[in-house]
């Protein structure tokens, strides 16, 4: 799948859209969910376009991958979640639950978020 620029993270990375940010870098950058789904909902997303993770794994460098992914723990640390536990949610795909095309990481926490995988 080809890169939207029109989709809402290519927005508010351009700055056509406000966000309330927790963290930004070079690479990185981490803003509070306008949904939040528990106390604690944070989006971390790369700065380059990338579709999902599969996209970002087959087309990054080991050097970006691992900057997003310490970017996530440091987030999380940075919002004092690290201590009572927290979950990362990477939705990959139509059938995985993506909404926005753009690689994004939720960081939930500030409760017990409860199961895994809703089942029906």
């Known amino acids: 799948m ?3 620029t029109s989709n809402v993270f290519a927005r508010i990375l351009r700055g056509e859209i406000p966000c309330k940010k927790v963290h930004e870098d070079e690479h990185v950058l981490a803003f ?10 944070v989006l971390v997303i790369p700065k380059k376009p990338y579709v999902s993770l599969d996209d970002f ?3 990054a460098g080991a050097e970006e991958v691992g900057r997003f992914f310490k970017a996530v723990g440091d987030v999380a640390r940075k919002l004092g979640v690290d201590q009572s536990g927290y979950r990362t949610i990477l939705n990959t795909g139509g059938h995985g639950g993506q909404e ?11 409760r017990a978020i409860g199961p ?5």
């Open 32 to 41: 509070h969910d306008i949904a939040p789904k528990a106390p604690v909902h």
């Open 57 to 59: 794994t087959r087309e």
């Open 100 to 110: 926005v095309p753009h690689i994004h990481a939720h960081i939930l926490g500030g």
């Open 2 to 4: 080809a890169y939207d």
């Open 116 to 120: 895994m995988v809703m089942t029906r």
